[in-house]
């Protein structure tokens, strides 16, 4: 059976603007892509708020509807398959619903520990990760007086964390596990009894800089291994790096910082196809 990224689309037609007879293939082709990707964002945007509010209605249909008008519009010149969109919709569904159950999980940690805590939702940010998560949203969690960001488990890049001089700073990674990934801004600190009840999250970080002599820094933590160095890996060898030492997450910081999690595949030919975006 031939899968969905075996399929090869036909390229755009050209386009020819009739007052001039110019070329303007390739204008309308970005035209058309920018504004499929505000319809996919928002998609997955309401797919993120309506995690957040407990609404299990789907967006499937819409997410088709929106991708039938692409792939007209741009007569099949798209590398997009149907089934990019039913697997991409279908996974953040889920990606969405189990970020905000381990969400609900840590809140009630700290409410036990009588520390206030909430999860603020998706259309009201607070503060922004600077983390580039392409069309998946996060949101903001309070943890006392600190505001922290969270988001799914995906694949995130920034080029805002090693520099001489920087603004913005990105946020740095402090709690990975199979649901969320959480992050301090660099203008936040975490009190003490905030620390002390959330040591199961916060707390255990080993340095393993001796498997890995070329990098600045290399720690394993809870369940992520931080490593600061321009060594170039390969996604199987970030892949081979999760297993080996039983992570989540990889976090590389570089001139270009990522957080690896591993692939999928429809999340990512949607956004190669579309391009990167930075939503809070």
Known sequence: MMRPDDIEHAPVQKIIDPSNGRDITGEYASATAAEFRSA????????ALRAFRGDPTSLMEEAQSRYQ?????MKGG???????ITRAIEGEHSRQRRLHAALSRIVSLYTRAGIKAEVISPDHCYADPYWDTGLVYGCNLRLGG????????????TDCYLSPVQDPVAASVAYVDADCILLLPHDQDLAENVLAAGAALFSGEKDVKGDFPGAR?????NSFLFLSTEEDYSPAQLQAFKVRYGVHAVVKIAITSLIYTGEDPALTALERELGPGAPC
């Open 40 to 47: 996919m964002k928002n998609i997955f945007f309401q797919i």
């Open 69 to 73: 008008a692409y792939f007209q519009a």
């Open 78 to 84: 798209t590398n997009i398959h149907p089934e990019h």
């Open 146 to 157: 600190s505001v922290l960001c969270a988001f799914p488990l995906v694949n995130a890049r």
């Open 217 to 221: 820094a290399a720690r394993l933590h």
